[in-house]
C-alpha cells in the first residue's frame, strides 16, 4: 500500500471556525489532490499540487485553500467552514499527472 | 465533464459476471477504475491508456474504446469480494486532471 496517512481523521467543527487537514505521503510522489466525497456522489476534486508550491484549483475550490511547502505534506484549509463543506476528504497521491491515484484512510468532517 | 456510468447498481450472485461501463463526452486520454468498499477510501485497479498502455488486477479486465469515448469494466466469476462501489475516472488530456463519476454499487450474493 501507499504510504499515505491523513490527519485528523475525524473533526467535528462549528460554523464560521477555519479548519486544516494534513496530508502527508511517504512516497515522494510529485501530485497530490484533495478530493470531498458526498454520499450517492463520485469524488469532486477541490485542488491539486504538481509540485512544492505549485498548486491549481480544482472544480470545486470556494471556499478552500491550500499549501505545500514539502513534498510530503499537502494541506487543506477552510477558511470559515459552513455546513455545506460537510463530507468526507480524501487526499491522492500520484507518480505522474494523468495516471493512477492513491487514496489515503480520508477525514470526516462535520461542520455544525 | 462528468463521465457517466452504468448500471448504477447491480445485483449477483457469487460466479456470475458484470459489466461495467463508463462513458465520456470528450476524447479520453486514460481511463482509471477505482474500488471502495463502504466507510473505505477507493482503491485502484486498473488504468487504461490511449495508445493501449494497460495496467491491471488480477482477476478484473477492462476494454478501452477510444473512437467511442467508452471504458468497460469486466469482473468474471464474481467473489463475495469484490461488493463494493466502482468508480471511472476520466482523464482528458496527458496534463488533465480525472473527473469521477457517480460510480456503480455492485453486490455479491453468496
Redesign the interface.
Known sequence: DAGITQSPRHKVTETGTPVTLRCHQTENHRYMYWYRQDPGHGLRLIHYSYGVKDTDKGEVSDGYSVSRSKTEDFLLTLESATSSQTSVYFCAISPRDAYEQYFGPGTRLTVT | Q?PVQSPQAVILREGEDAVINCSSSKAL??V?W?RQKHG?????LM?LLKGGEQ?GHEKISASFNEKKQQSSLYLTASQLSYSGTY?C?T?N???????????TTLTVKP
Do not use: L, M
Open positions: 462528468q486520454y486514460s482509471h477505482y473505505e477510501a477507493p482503491v485502484f488504468i495496467k468508480f475516472g482523464v488530456t496527458n496534463a488533465g486532471k480525472s473527473t469521477f463519476g457517480d460510480g
